[in-house]
């Protein structure tokens, strides 16, 4: 699995930052469930990261409202390393869901790294008559609005994917929202749905154990967990790549020294071998990059899919 971004050496690091932090244990606050792919490829990393700052690092999970429960509780903590975020792409489209909240992340945080990419599989119940993108565009357009999609709820990632495929392939497929991840799988089985974008460490399982048929990936390569399956750009939909990323964050004001300190930690971590054996066993890719590029990115997601989002109606509910 390859690592993207240069790691900030310890060399060049102010010597105060690496003299004086970390003191004390680190608290990372997942705004999930535990056992959520996200958490698990967290755990891994903060394994390592724990040994390489000689402090205890601890995952403090309190799920609810796509972040926005736990992340007041974050902003209220000093600005000093030792209360971090952990975010996924669903945050970035959490200020149209709930705009009471006043979020900001882009504002209110700064990036220490990603950690994590899962891409999406679309999948089908094996009964289903399409087989390829062309065969489900084909069926999509013979009947418009007939053909239905499952996703983990509004501005979740399948339900990004799916719009993002609908919009790309101009076809007209129904939205199908679930309030609980494990009966949209059954309904998918079942075919009372026909289809899902599935994150990767969901889908791999079910179709190379034969439950569930995939159609084709939103990666810009093939999967290496299922390479006989084709991505949406062999098919001609270039724009149909997307990626789940999982990141760090702290609250702006924190240190530059102390981001650096965290941000070159979180890279070493990854590029050891137990950390990239526990991602390549659940069917997840590390993405890396120093602080400052991911600072980059977050900035151009957060307006990219702001700005998607309210294209395709996400709304507060």
Avoid: C
Wanted: overall charge positive.
């Amino acid at each position: 699995m390859a690592i993207t971004g240069a790691a900030l050496t310890a060399g060049s690091l102010p010597s105060f930052a690496q003299d004086s932090y970390p003191k004390k244990a680190i608290r990372i606050v997942l705004p999930w469930v535990a056992g959520t792919p996200g958490d698990t490829a967290l755990r891994a990393v903060v394994e390592r990261m724990s040994v390489d700052l000689k402090q205890p690092i601890y995952i403090d999970n309190k799920s609810g409202a796509t972040g926005t429960a736990a992340m007041p509780e974050v902003l209220r903590a000093p600005a000093d390393g030792y209360t971090l975020f952990h975010m996924n792409s669903s945050s970035l489209v959490a200020p149209l869901l709930y705009p009471a909240a006043n979020i900001d992340y882009v504002r209110d945080f700064v990036g220490i790294g990603p950690f994590s990419s899962i891409f999406s599989v679309l999948a089908t119940s094996t009964a289903q008559p399409f087989k390829t993108v062309p065969e489900l565009v084909a069926a999509a357009k013979a009947k418009p609005g007939a053909l239905t999609y499952a996703s983990a709820g509004n501005g979740s990632p399948p339900h990004l994917v799916g719009e993002l495929f609908k919009q790309a392939a101009g076809v007209d497929i129904l939205h199908v929202p679930y309030a609980q991840v494990s009966q949209a799988l059954a309904d998918l089985t079942t075919g009372r749905v026909d289809m899902m974008f599935m994150g990767a460490p969901l889908a791999v399982p079910q179709v190379t154990g034969g439950r569930l048929r995939a159609v084709a990936v939103t990666s810009a390569q093939r999967l290496p967990w299922i390479p006989e399956i084709p991505t949406f750009v062999e098919a001609g939909y270039k724009d149909v790549v997307f990626r789940q990323f999982d990141g760090l964050l702290a609250r702006k004001g924190t240190p530059q020294g102390v981001v650096g300190i965290l941000g070159a930690s979180l890279q070493k971590a990854l590029a050891t071998p137990m950390v990239q054996e526990v991602f390549h066993k659940n069917s997840i890719e590390v993405f890396s990059q120093s602080s400052q590029d991911f600072e980059k990115y977050l900035a151009v997601e957060s307006v990219r899919w702001l700005s998607f989002g309210k294209r395709i109606g996400i709304s507060a509910a």
